[in-house]
């Protein structure tokens, strides 16, 4: 577990959101060794992306297609490149048997269009029947309704369920590109040849021989979907040298363009995750590790109120009520139909507030959810940090529109920015990043988007509403960075709450293939409620994944004893240090370096857990902090370790606790231990002067009071404490901190064997319960793999 450690502490390259997607091609030692678990049981995103194809022939052969399919099972999702979800019938008419028979799968899913007509209307002129006959049913979100009159639209649009905008449905796509197939006249041939030719899986030119203009939209867009059949449109008729048709007909549905090259754009960031620690070419697909958490809109803090041991823990954290729940791409939605501007969401470090959007992004990219939003844009807030760095340093400024430019440069075209039609939505994930002041008091209004600003000005105006006020916004972060956002400008809160106990063994399930590996992880983890309890935690449960898989792998005898807490949180501790280091001080992720500063503050705040375990407390404020000299900013949005939880009044003093109860009493034992290892004080000895000084420094000293404290404690509150100091002493897990917390060539500790013979002897004679507990320490401390 050591090297497993070692890779998780040192490797590992943050990859920006925005950049693009390419996969690694050659295979390092470190991905041949994680390649050992995630290789051999998960498909692995393919590498074409990074592969020799130019560009061209990948547009040309594999052009993303985007499909609606709202209800395609979910894992894995099955979608067939070639299911269109668009289906078109045209009974009466000659061209629709051709539909009909095509054999080609028709979801009842996808959007659908009827177009029966009667006999005697056929002669009609068809631009009209397609107005007037033209039905599309699309079961998420409910039918986008052609609009009755241009004034009520841009109203209707910012209510909820929301409708298309009429430039950017099916029928106004399917009449464009008619019109533009008619322009080509005699050459219209040609484009069927082009057609079959560039796609010869999905076409050929038996079946086109016969079909018009109206035949051939018609199974372009079924056959590709609506989105991409107008990109292949436009593409073929550019490849024909005809520039003036293909601009006519990008200028016409400038929007779904628009909004195709987005698509494509996201899907091909966003369908793969780089979890937990973000390792080089170690990336999955989101669908196969993606379970929906629980997103309440009266969260109480988030943090899991169970504990193993303690049955009536202090300041117990409140759960937040089942009704209260609702699914992620819902947050945008108010049951009275009332609009939602802003919302923000919360919840503790590792909750998975990134995942949220990064599905989100993809639920909207892929056409399976918010059909409404004509526009998302992510704005990482990490990538935010980096603009405000550059712009500070070079004293520049920046307008909203170049923002907007520069990080997404298909709304270079946009001139309908701003208008009340143009329904968007900005995401903006991590606050907890961005290090500027957002001034909201003082900052002027400015609405104008071209006027350029200081960053934390611009997005003072943009969340306040005087930038596209109509553009909707997702703000998250972790609780304590979000009161950076004064109330008023907040429209709805969520709490993400994590997984429920059926949610960890679905992860657990769907994160392994092979589900004899999943079902002996899932047994494993249940044997420590301890950690079963912490892996409410979405991280936790990729830690849980990754670390007793590579535990089954290598050892025969793995898994017979429950597993050891003591090293599950040291990896904890560890990693959230490490991307401390990296998301907040700036340190290359593959070049992470533990500093004196870092020391002293894991001691410092182990010295505050501890005063809170020996009060049992388990919630601290902003005086608690003062006293130690901490910030709240280190420790509770950065650390990784701690959380705010919500006031009940904007009066109220603010209060904050460990993630868990249990990381408190970590982090307690930690600092005793820490204390002894690097200075030889025992921190629980509270004799003092000569006696003190006279004292032996030796290893079963300290435990002995740690061990006295447990006994006579009435709450309880050292059972997990002592387990842990235990643990810290067993050589693999000190082996853990060297080279972080503890030097490299520190000497071994000594006096293990006493400390043992302390722990046995005081098993004699206690109870049956704490009898249970000294001999779990005895465990902790043992030297075995885990
Ligand atoms: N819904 C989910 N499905 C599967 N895995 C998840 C999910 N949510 C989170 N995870 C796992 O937890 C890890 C952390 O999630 P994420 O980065 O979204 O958390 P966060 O709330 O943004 O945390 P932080 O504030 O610490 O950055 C992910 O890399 C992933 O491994």
Known sequence: MHQFLGRLVKVGSARSVVEDVSWPVGSTEMDSEVEGILGQNQERPPSSYGSMRSDEEEEEEEDIIITRAPNL?????????????????????TETVFTENTGLPHPTDGAFIALSRPKEEEEEDEEEELDENVRINSPVPPPPIEPEDESNEAMDDQQQPGRLHSVLDLPFIFKAMQNAL????????????????????IFNMADLAESDTLDVVDKMLERFGKLNGLHVAIRLLESMKKPQLAEELKTKCKRAVIQYELKCCLIRRHNCIYEGVPRPGQ???LKYVYVQPQISTQGNGGVCPRHSIRHSPPDPPV?????SMVHGNDIFRSADGNPIRRVLTTGVPGIGNSVAVQK????????????????????PFRELQSLRERTVKENTAISMLEMLHSYHSE????????EADCKMLFIMDGIDIYKGNLDFKNTPVVSDVKTPLPLDSLLVNLIRGSLLPNTLLWLTGRRAATTLIPPEYIDRVYEIQGYSDEQKDEYLTIRHSDKSMAEKIIQHTKKSPTIYDLCHIPFCCWMVAVMYERGFRGDDDYGKEPPKITSFFIHYMIIQNNRKLEKYHGQNANTLKWTDMDEKFMRTLGSLALKLLEKNCANFYEDDLREFDLSVREVVSWSGLCTELPQSNPEDRRVFCFTHLSILEFIAAHYVWLTFRLDGRNVLDQSHGITKLFKERALVDMYRKAVDRYLSAPVGQYDLFLRFLCGFSMKRNDGLLRGLLVPHNALPLEGLDEVIKLLTKKMEGVGQEKAANLKECLRELENSDD
């Open 182 to 201: 008619t322009g080509l006249g005699q050459e219209f041939y040609l484009f069927k040849s082009y057609l079959c030719g560039r796609h010869k899986s």
């Open 411 to 418: 709304t270079r075209t946009m001139d309908f920015l701003g």
């Open 360 to 379: 989100f992004l993809l639920d909207w990219a892929e056409e399976r959810a918010n059909l409404d939003l004509q526009f998302v844009f992510p704005f």
């Open 283 to 285: 990336q999955l697909y």
């Open 73 to 93: 099972p979910d894992k894995p999702e099955q979608r067939s490149v070639h299911s269109t979800g668009i289906q078109l019938q045209r009974g009466a008419y």
């Open 319 to 323: 759960e937040a009520p089942r009704d």
